[in-house]
């Protein structure tokens, strides 16, 4: 965690032209900072589209957000012009450098140094300890990690109000599939069983720099009142991976396996213990995974744990 010396009171100004692609370059320049592949770094350079993002999250003044992904501090800016404070996870040490210099608030603005997928849940813990939880999340995320981490945050059970996350498409529309579809998945149904998500707006190469091979999508995710308890075990977690694991075999077959590798030692007939579960679920042993909705996985995996503990 970085220490800041704050230099002013008054509305925050960005010290830097972020929709401008050249005062970026002379920025990176005079700086020696470059951009690196291997951590997905591009810049939103559409000022209108990082406004609309942050209003999106519909923040109540001095909202605690966590941000992933910050860069040059661009989203970072703007959360605090809407009158946010801010807690920024930036693996870059160079970019974590320049922070420094382009966010000189302390009072609104700290900063953590790594990986967010080692340093967030240390800083989760301490959160909790004090009694400031951050219910809202926004993050440019890295195309390598969005989907880890978004996962990583549910079944690790850190979940916030509300986030909105900008990430490349194909994940936006395996979070956005349906049922049938050939981009549902466990991923999917892990989203779901714990946000309502909308998308917002999908971006095009030119909205960032450097100009991405892919187009990205921006999504909104409300943590859901009515998120069934069963759905938030690991029980739940672990079946609904194993029946997606293998798309070509049906149910029955598939839970099955998922049984055998997970209570062999029962010492029952687990083919049998299969095949009541989905019965009793209201399910038939020829679907697949991906023709069943979240209340069928819901119904599928209470079924399993009390025929497990009987």
Not at 70 to 82: F, K, Y
Not at 162 to 189: C, H, N, W
Not at 209 to 235: I, K
Request: hydrophobic share 40%.
């Amino acid at each position: 965690m970085v220490n800041i010396v704050e230099k002013q009171s008054e509305p925050f100004q960005p010290l830097i032209d972020y929709d401008a692609p050249s005062a970026l370059r002379r920025y990176l320049d005079e700086h020696s900072l470059g951009m690196q592949k291997k951590f997905g770094q591009n810049f939103l350079i559409n000022g209108d589209v990082r406004r609309r993002l942050v209003q999106a999250l519909e923040l109540p003044n001095g909202a605690s957000v966590w941000e992933v992904g910050p860069g040059l501090g661009s989203m970072t800016a703007e959360l605090i012009r809407q009158g946010a404070t801010v807690k920024a996870f930036e693996i870059d040490r160079g970019f974590a450098r320049a922070l420094r210099e382009l966010i000189p608030v302390p009072s609104r603005f700290t900063l953590i140094e790594g990986d967010v997928l080692k340093t967030w849940p240390a800083e989760a813990r301490k959160e909790q300890e004090q009694g400031q939880v951050s219910n809202y999340f926004l993050g440019n995320l890295p195309y390598n990690i969005a989907a880890t981490l978004l996962a990583d945050f549910i079944e690790q059970g850190r979940y916030f109000k509300r986030l909105v996350v900008t990430i490349q498409k194909e994940v936006a529309q395996r979070m956005l599939a349906k049922p049938g579809s050939k981009d549902y998945s466990s991923f999917t149904v892990l989203c779901s069983s714990a946000y309502t998500i909308s998308p917002l707006m999908v971006l095009k190469g030119p909205s960032f720099y450097p100009v991405p091979n892919v187009d990205s999508q921006a999504v909104r995710m409300d943590l859901r009142t009515d998120r069934n308890p069963e759905a938030d075990t690991p029980l739940f977690r672990a079946m609904v991976r194993s029946l997606f694991s293998s798309r070509r075999k049906n149910l029955k077959n598939n839970l099955y396996s998922f049984l055998s590798s997970r209570y062999a030692q029962l010492g029952t007939d687990l083919s049998l213990l299969a095949e009541t579960a989905i019965t009793q679920a209201g399910l038939r042993g020829q679907q697949r995974a991906e023709e069943l909705d979240i209340d069928a996985f819901v119904r599928l995996a209470g079924r399993v744990e009390l025929l497990v503990c009987q």
